[in-house]
């Protein structure tokens, strides 16, 4: 556990160096605008709906976890809540403490593995927002367990994952270009166990990090297991569609749960 979280630590930092998509912080309007009431933040490509978390949010305690890249965090302080931004990749914590610098804010950026909250107290957090990370860690029961414990009775867990159906299919331009899928994984899946040898040790040559497709069981029976009350529920299409089945379904997951 520790060497695949030290590596995807170190593919993260890789991705904030080079200017992914994921790791550019927001520009000055989008923080002014939300200092002005105006703002949104997105788990999912669409905005989080205003039922899930309300405009004002002053004074709240929100938790972005495993969600770094001067995104969510800065937003979120620049619209009054008092905000804490959980991540593995410094390069990342990097981004949002550039924006709260540049802009006046004030956040707490911690450097932590997403399943390990220790230095959080409990019943501390109103809200968690948790866009998709959990792909990178083999087990989520203690994800879930960690995200109850820091929230206060009634504090919510907004996470987005990856539907499993995804990890199912194998990744081959030759059938692609034919307009062909074909499962070839049991989930759940995990790059460790599932590919071969030699493709598991290509993608390691080739700095892309280590995932795993957890089940539905995982990903929404395991946070009631937890404890949580699934308060609600959607599927939306991804940003930047890569995977034939793309074209046919939604592949993106959000949730939103409760701690009675």
Same mark, same amino acid.
């Given at each position: 556990?520790?060497?695949?979280?030290?590596?995807?630590? &170190?593919?993260? @930092?890789?991705?904030?160096?080079?200017? *992914?998509?994921?790791? $550019?912080?927001? %520009?000055?309007? /989008?923080? +002014?605008?939300?200092?002005?009431?105006?703002?949104?933040?997105?788990?999912?490509?669409?905005?989080?709906?205003?039922?899930?978390?309300?405009?004002?949010?002053?004074?709240?305690?929100?938790?972005?976890?495993?969600?770094?890249?001067?995104?969510?965090?800065?937003?979120?302080?620049? &619209?009054?809540? @008092?905000?804490?931004?959980?991540?593995? *990749?410094?390069?990342? $914590?990097?981004? %949002?403490?550039? /924006?709260? +610098?540049?802009?006046?804010?004030?956040?707490?950026?911690?450097?932590?593995?997403?399943?390990?909250?220790?230095?959080?107290?409990?019943?501390?957090?109103?809200?968690?927002?948790?866009?998709?990370?959990?792909?990178?860690?083999?087990?989520?029961?203690?994800?879930?367990?960690?995200?109850?414990?820091?929230?206060?009775?009634?504090?919510?867990?907004?996470?987005?994952?990856?539907?499993?159906?995804?990890?199912?299919?194998?990744?081959?331009?030759?059938?692609?270009?034919?307009?062909?899928?074909?499962?070839?994984?049991?989930?759940?899946?995990?790059?460790?166990?599932?590919?071969?040898?030699?493709?598991?040790?290509?993608?390691?040559?080739?700095?892309?990090?280590?995932?795993?497709?957890?089940?539905?069981?995982?990903?929404?029976?395991?946070?009631?297991?937890?404890?949580?009350?699934?308060?609600?529920?959607?599927?939306?299409?991804?940003?930047?569609?890569?995977?034939?089945?793309?074209?046919?379904?939604?592949?993106?997951?959000?949730?939103?749960?409760?701690?009675?």
């Amino acid at each position: 556990m520790r060497d695949i979280i030290k590596y995807n630590c &170190a593919v993260w @930092d890789n991705l904030a160096k080079s200017g *992914s998509r994921w790791t $550019l912080p927001v %520009d000055m309007e /989008v923080i +002014k605008q939300a200092q002005a009431g105006t703002w949104s933040v997105h788990i999912t490509k669409k905005p989080l709906p205003s039922d899930w978390l309300p405009k004002d949010i002053q004074g709240k305690k929100i938790l972005c976890l495993a969600s770094a890249g001067g995104q969510q965090a800065p937003v979120l302080a620049a &619209a009054g809540a @008092d905000v804490t931004v959980v991540d593995i *990749s410094l390069e990342q $914590l990097a981004k %949002d403490e550039f /924006v709260a +610098k540049r802009d006046g804010l004030m956040l707490r950026a911690i450097q932590a593995d997403m399943t390990d909250l220790n230095m959080l107290e409990d019943n501390t957090f109103d809200y968690i927002v948790s866009p998709i990370s959990n792909l990178y860690i083999p087990d989520l029961t203690r994800l879930w367990t960690e995200c109850y414990r820091v929230l206060v009775s009634g504090g919510i867990l907004l996470a987005s994952f990856y539907n499993p159906v995804l990890f199912i299919f194998e990744r081959s331009e030759l059938l692609e270009k034919q307009g062909l899928i074909k499962p070839n994984f049991i989930l759940p899946y995990s790059d460790i166990e599932s590919l071969s040898n030699e493709k598991y040790q290509q993608k390691l040559e080739q700095g892309e990090a280590i995932i795993f497709g957890h089940t539905l069981s995982q990903q929404i029976g395991l946070q009631m297991e937890a404890g949580f009350l699934l308060a609600g529920f959607y599927e939306d299409e991804h940003p930047t569609p890569r995977f034939i089945i793309e074209k046919y379904m939604d592949t993106l997951i959000a949730t939103k749960a409760i701690k009675p």
